[in-house]
């Protein structure tokens, strides 16, 4: 099956600082690779995504780039802001098992004032 | 108002006393999935529908079971809860089941077995 690892598992950082987090996976077949953010207590939600056919995605201060062929993708979050401050997920689905989701372990990232 | 509701929130319960988690999505969607989430494990799936009447194990079905009669519904059922058990249960859904898409979380779900 899938696995999917996420480093660095905690990310401290300066605010205004750039921050990257990276996954990589095992299923050359996945093809959907999502991004979620969890604030302490709430439930994950999509920050960005991204499927094979692309290399890089962006959305204002946050990108993600896709490495197919090293089975590794990244989150790029600029200008890192306190209220970035949260548990970000890495996912890769839509491969062998079509319905199949998995999650990295997550990063918690915490941006100082 | 677009949403996934689960019930209950908290829920403290004994070894082997039957429980069921309802899930409900008013989105039309396809698919709906189950996952647990402990403290450094991340989400991990328990099991998940493609659609009505369709169901596959995840990573973690053991000690689970669910069902999907309609397409809002999807529960979860713990049929001899044991303390291992014990943790965040997330309910999420998605749009299509063909193209996988971004996935709706509910609220979770704070299971305690004792």
């Keep these: 099956g899938e696995n999917v690892e996420q480093h660095p598992s905690t990310l401290s950082v300066q605010e205004g600082d750039s921050a990257v987090i990276k996954c990589t996976y095992s299923d050359s077949a996945s093809n959907y690779f999502p991004w979620y953010k969890q604030e302490l207590g709430k439930r994950p939600q999509l920050i960005i995504d991204i499927r094979s056919n692309v290399g890089e995605k962006k959305d204002q201060r946050i990108a993600v780039t896709l490495n197919k062929t090293a089975k590794h993708f990244s989150l790029h979050i600029t200008e890192t802001q306190p209220e970035d401050s949260a548990v970000y997920f890495c996912a890769a689905s839509g491969g062998t098992n079509a319905g199949k989701s998995t999650f990295g372990d997550g990063t918690t990232l915490t941006v100082k004032p | 108002e677009a949403q996934v509701t689960q019930n209950p929130r908290y829920l403290i319960t004994v070894t082997g006393k039957k429980l069921t988690v309802t899930c409900s999505q008013n989105m039309n969607h396809e ?27 995840g990573d973690v079905p053991e000690g689970y079971k669910v069902s999907r009669k309609e397409k809002r ?39 305690t077995v004792t």
């Design chain 2, 31 to 57: 698919y709906m999935s189950w996952y647990r989430q402990d403290p450094g494990l991340g989400l991990r799936q328990i099991y998940y529908s493609m659609n009505v009447e369709v169901t596959d194990k």
């Design chain 2, 73 to 111: 519904n999807f529960p979860l059922i713990l049929e001899s809860p044991s303390p291992n058990q014990t943790s965040l249960y997330f309910c999420a859904s998605s749009f299509s089941a063909r193209v996988v898409g971004e996935q709706y979380f509910g609220p979770g779900t704070r299971l």
